[in-house]
C-alpha cells in the first residue's frame, strides 16, 4: 500500500467537475483506491463519495492506493490533483 499527502488547490474544492474527474482516473486501475480527509475515509473510486467528503480549496487530503497497479494509480491520480482536477 502507498499513500500521499496533497493539498487541493481548485478555488471551489472537490465540487462534481474536479471530483468525477478524479473517480474516472481511479476506476482506470485494479487497486483500491481510499481518499481520506479529516475522520472520513471514502473510496475514491465513487464521485457521491468523493462528494460527501466535503472537501474544501486548500483542504489536505491523503490519498491510499493499494493493490497491483497501486504505484501507477497514485502517480497518475496524484499528478491530476496537483494540476488542479481540470480546472
Known sequence: MVSRAYIIKNKAGLHLK?????CTEAIKYQSTIKLSFGNTTTNAKSVLNVLSACVKCN??????CDGE???EAIE????????????
Open 18 to 22: 474536479p471530483a468525477a474527474r478524479l
Open 59 to 64: 483542504d489536505e487530503i491523503i490519498l491510499s
Open 69 to 71: 497497479d497501486e504505484n
Open 76 to 87: 497518475s491520480i496524484g499528478k491530476l490533483i496537483e494540476e488542479g482536477l481540470g480546472e
